[in-house]
């Protein structure tokens, strides 16, 4: 049986990261984007408790924590807004939300 070690948390950590990129770069629905944005911070924060558990601190746990909370208002914050948009405009798409244009 292989023991777990920090390079498998960094390569589920990358997959992560790309998939997240790759969602917030090709989809137009928001709110897909913004489940890509929380693919990416999920990534950030397997990363920080990678390296927090290789090196025997918690500073990295700690910071995750953070990251999580500003994950959780980013959504609330940004779900509002959606929710105000299409209310307004009928749409979610990126490509039809021009509200804030000239």
Known sequence: MVPITTLHYLVVAAALFVLGVVGVLTRRNVVIILMSIELILNAVNLNLVAFSRMW???HGQVFSIFIVVDAAAE???GLGILIAFFRNKETINVDE??????
């Open 56 to 58: 025997g601190n918690l």
């Open 75 to 77: 959504a609330a914050v």
């Open 97 to 102: 939300i021009d509200l804030l244009k000239w």
